[in-house]
């Protein structure tokens, strides 16, 4: 099946600091990708949407300018949490689409981030 | 949006026993659904799938059944197993370019 990779799989930062995490499709092609969060015990939330050259849609709620969104190629999708604070650890999830096909979506393994 | 404080509801089974997971899902228009496995510190790894114009599908040891008229989806997995110990999150999306949709979870525990 098709493998999509996330890095880095865990990540300790300090509160103010920027953290960048990469969501790369390994065996195919993804016009699309999509970045989730997800609390203890709780649902994935989608944060936002992202296709390839243009800008990410993000859910009401979600702060653009905190949780920047690039996806320059159609196998590299990034997020950054920027000046991160304790609130801001989470699990965080990628997933990407095939562009051949409408509905699947492949998950990554996720990002723990922790912010201190 | 969920309530601060709720947690997962848990599904608790003997080793061997059928487990029947349920799911409400929200939006009527919706025309796919999955479910999905989740173990701890993963991500979501895919069970099975069903798309609207059917009312159950089958895999290896896993059905998913689909009632749109109450728009309720279930998950059967035949002789639970300890490796079936997971979170399990159903998740629907209208075909097309919107993104999934996931339901709050449920936690299936497996008594050996």
């Known amino acids: 099946g098709a493998v999509v990779s996330q890095h880095p799989s865990r990540v300790i930062c300090k509160s103010g600091t920027s953290v960048k995490i990469e969501c790369r499709s390994l065996d195919f092609q993804a016009t699309t990708m999509f970045w989730y969060r997800q609390f203890p015990k709780k649902s994935l939330m989608l944060m936002a949407t992202s296709n390839e050259g243009s800008k990410a849609t993000y859910e009401q709620g979600v702060e653009k300018d905190k949780f920047l969104i690039n996806h320059a190629s159609l196998t590299l999708s990034t997020l950054t949490v920027t000046s991160a604070h304790p609130e801001d650890s989470s699990f965080y999830i990628c997933s990407a689409r095939d562009q051949g096909l409408a509905y699947e979506q492949y998950f990554g393994p996720g990002t723990r981030l922790t912010v201190t | 949006g969920e309530s601060v404080g709720l947690h997962l509801p848990t599904l608790s089974v003997q080793e061997g026993d059928n487990s029947i997971i349920n799911c409400a899902y929200s939006?009527?228009?919706?025309?796919?659904f999955i479910w999905y496995k989740q173990e701890s510190g993963k991500g979501p790894q895919f069970i099975i799938d069903?798309?609207?114009?059917?009312d159950k599908r089958q895999g290896q040891r896993v059905t998913v059944l689909l009632n749109k008229t109450v728009k309720h989806l279930s998950l059967q997995i035949a002789a639970t197993q300890p490796g079936d110990s997971a979170v399990y999150f159903c998740a629907e999306n209208i075909v097309g370019n919107t993104p999934l949709v996931f339901g709050k979870g449920t936690r299936l525990s497996v008594i050996a």
């Open positions: 069903i798309r609207s114009n059917m």
């Open positions: 939006n009527s228009a919706s025309d796919y």
